[in-house]
């Protein structure tokens, strides 16, 4: 250790160590100062200092309008040493009716709307106190609840506060602190009033019987909430979970058979605007063919105008896509970390959360209680000491006029204490004349009652329960059931019935021709009226698949190493330049080539082989992938590939193999499999599988000679056997190549 110039030390410390100490404190202070709500009254400290600061400057709901700017001066100057912007942000968003569901501020003036713009500037708002916020001090000054020092020393302000409203989960919270984050969603205060009692009465009841009445978040906003009853049972019990919201819509409709779809309320923190936009967006993309155009005709309220493209449209299915594709639909995060009332964070069920808001009224309780008992006790010690006054009145005049130490004089003549010759000492002489024994004695007889009852209150822990289920009905009455405010905007809607939306409704169907090189090139050109010669190739390159198809088909690539890709033509590369490879769109390993390339269809099965002569007929949705890396369907052997990939449009199958003997046989003797190898097909002592090709028996096997003609053999019994035989020497004329062509 050294010593500085000017005092100071220098001590030499292991730089990890110090840095680990410095981000630790660092993150305690982000988790316990500033992102995470307190479980008892749901407040952060920034929340907790405006509502405190507003109360010091007596603006309660019957009291008038203050400036803004005054209560976040007063916030930063007294409580909260960080930017005005952040508190004004925070101030704000207690007064927003679309933000909050129960707001703790009354704001008057421009405080933003559900379009996302800004509030106006601090110096043109006022604010007060809401009910609601009224009822979360309600008691603050009966020492219900600790106080500690402000940043400067100078003040004090609340540790937590009283909280007679279920503020956590009535009014949710979101926030990041440093390794973990908080999203509650707003719930209705007359649940969770009914979710209390029923908890005082069941101490051991199940979070199942509890979600009966916490039915599922209820949103500022409204919306309809489509998340099964079993996916909302499991977030609350373990505290981690999401919900399923959807907007509210209704169909209008119009003359000529016409409707359109009105939007009435739009999921929770979601502006209207950026819905607005993304649908136009997607208008504009050609994505939603079935909506001709959206208007937004809002006013105070909501109202979303959508006009589908004509009066046979499906409004369930354009309400899918639009789900889908727009944020519509959200899924609205629960992750119930808070601090518990040891200021320790932690994830909690729904039940920990109503037990902790109970056990901190019960604290609340019993504080005040013995803070009203303390007030009673001194009011009966000074009201005795009154009676003394008013059975000596004129001889405690004359102490007070003649002895120079009046006080002492009283205690010694009449056996007072300190707070009762104090007391009498500031009397004042008009109020001597007043003072009646009759009035006195009613006053010690109504605090003798009152004392006797707080008492029993303390010594019994039912009449507490029963105090606080009262507490808690009165909430319920004045903020929960059906006023205005408590009503549920948020509807319970079922899971929705999955719509196949298919793909027309996304996508504009236009004719292509996919073109496809030797070398992997792959592009789709506009129309199918493409002639071969105005198909231009790479230098060394040339054609392989030319393929008619329409923008909302799916291209089924087929690999050699018997896996199936799929690809969606709309986002092929254009018919301008030459394309993009295809293995850049697909996890093709570089040691395999693409077999064979398709547009999926549903209508037929399809015949699959390697060269080693294995292979089976697969059902035609096993040609569809959902990754980049493809399905596995045929498997090759050893040293075997996939060479052979056919829609299986006839009766029969005719083989071929390297050493030009044909096989013919029933398709129907190949079995039908989903995965593996397959079934001997046809025998070989030499070579392998060279071709495949389906057909109908009666209308014979063609085969192609030379560049225009074709032969077909009518009489094919020579070579008709068993599957997985040998088969025989191929008909004269049949290709060298041993392909049919």
């Known amino acids: 250790m050294a010593k500085t110039a000017s005092g100071g030390e220098i001590r030499e410390v292991d730089f990890a160590e110090a840095l680990g100490e410095r981000y630790l404190s660092y993150a305690l202070s982000t988790i316990v100062a500033r992102s995470l709500p307190d479980v008892r009254d749901g407040l952060k400290p920034v929340h907790r200092r405006v509502l405190f600061a507003m109360r010091q400057l007596h603006l309660d709901p019957a009291s008038g309008y203050k400036k803004s700017a005054r209560i976040v001066g007063d916030v930063i100057g007294k409580f909260h040493p960080h930017g005005d912007v952040a508190v004004y942000e925070a101030l704000v968003r207690l007064a927003q009716d679309f933000a909050h569901r129960y707001p703790l501020v009354d704001g008057q003036g421009n405080f933003g709307n559900i379009d996302g713009d800004n509030a106006a500037a601090m110096r043109y708002t006022e604010s007060r106190l809401t009910a609601v916020a009224q009822a979360l001090l309600e008691g603050i000054d009966d020492d219900s609840v600790d106080f500690r020092a402000t940043y400067d020393g100078e003040d004090e302000e609340p540790v937590v506060l009283p909280a007679r409203f279920p503020n956590l989960l009535a009014n949710g919270a979101s926030g990041i602190a440093v390794g973990m984050a908080t999203n509650i969603p707003p719930h209705n205060a007359g649940e969770l009033c009914a979710a209390l009692l029923h908890l005082i009465e069941n101490p051991n009841c199940s979070i199942e019987k509890l979600v009966t009445f916490v039915r ?75 909506l001709a155009d959206v208007r937004d005709e809002s006013t105070e309220d909501v109202r979303l105008v959508l006009e589908p493209k004509s009066r046979n449209v499906n409004s369930e299915m354009l309400m899918e896509s639009l789900f889908r594709a727009s944020e519509l639909e959200t899924r609205v995060p629960l992750n119930l970390n808070v601090l518990d009332a ?88 008009r ?34 329960w029963k105090a606080i289920a009262g507490e808690i009905r009165e909430t319920e009455k004045e903020f929960g059931g059906e006023t205005k405010l408590g009503r549920r905007r948020t509807d319970i809607g079922t ?24 070398k992997g090139w792959i592009r789709s050109i506009k129309g199918h009226a493409v002639a071969a010669a105005d198909i231009k ?23 050699s190493n018997g896996r199936f890709y799929t690809l969606p033509v709309d986002r092929l590369p254009g018919g301008r330049g030459h394309g993009e490879p295809l293995r850049l769109m697909l996890d093709l390993p570089n040691e395999h080539e693409v077999v064979t390339l398709f547009p999926y269809s549903a209508k037929h099965k399809l015949l699959l082989a390697a060269s080693d002569g294995r292979g089976f007929v697969a059902a035609p949705e096993e040609s569809l992938a959902q990754t980049r890396a493809g399905k596995q369907v045929l498997v090759p052997g050893a040293g075997a590939q996939a060479t052979i990939c056919l829609p299986v449009t006839g009766d029969s199958v005719a083989l071929v193999g390297d050493n030009r003997k044909l096989l013919i046989y029933p398709v129907a003797e190949i079995p039908e499999m989903s995965r593996g190898r397959g079934v001997m097909l046809q025998k070989y002592k030499d070579g392998g599988l060279a071709d495949a090709k389906v057909f109908n028996l009666a209308e014979g096997l063609s085969w192609r000679q030379g560049e225009t003609r074709t032969r077909t053999e009518m009489d094919l019994t020579p070579w008709q056997s068993a599957r997985a035989s040998s088969g025989r020497i191929v008909p004269s004329g049949f290709p060298k190549s041993n392909r049919f062509g």
């Not at 000529?256 to 939007?263: A, C």
């Not at 005049?397 to 300190?418: F, G, M, N």
């Not at 060394?540 to 909302?552: C, H, K, L, S």
């Open 342 to 429: 040891n200021c320790v964070p932690r994830v909690m069920n729904l039940k920990e959360v109503l037990r902790a808001f109970l056990d901190h009224r019960r604290v609340v309780l019993l504080r005040r209680t013995r803070h009203r008992l303390a007030a009673i006790e001194r009011r009966i010690e000074i009201l005795n000491g009154q009676i003394v006054v008013y059975l000596n009145l004129d001889e405690v005049i004359r102490i007070i006029r003649e002895s120079d130490h009046p006080k002492a004089k009283l205690i010694e003549r009449w056996e007072l204490t300190e707070v009762q010759a104090e007391a009498i000492l500031n009397i004042r002489l």
């Open 431 to 464: 109020a001597l004349a007043k003072l009646e024994e009759i009035e006195i004695r009613k006053e010690l007889v109504t605090l003798q009652a009152e004392q006797g009852k707080l008492a029993t209150l303390l010594d019994q822990e039912k009449r507490q």
């Open 537 to 559: 190739y790479k230098d060394g390159d040339g054609p392989r698949f030319v393929i008619q198809a329409e923008t909302t088909d799916r291209l089924a690539v087929f690999g």
């Open 216 to 290: 599922g978040p209820d949103f500022p906003t409204g919306g309809v909430l489509v998340e099964s009853a079993e996916s909302i049972r499991n977030a609350y019990e373990t505290g981690r979970g999401g919900f399923r919201l959807r907007a509210r819509w209704a169909v209008e409709p119009l003359s000529h058979g016409m409707f359109q779809i009105v939007i009435t309320e739009i999921p929770f923190q979601v502006p209207k605007s950026r819905i607005v936009e993304r649908i136009a967006s997607l208008l504009e993309e050609k994505k939603l063919l079935l």
């Open 495 to 518: 899971p929705p019935v999955p719509i196949l939306v298919p793909v027309e409704a996304m996508i504009e169907r236009e004719p292509v021709t996919v073109v496809c090189s030797e």
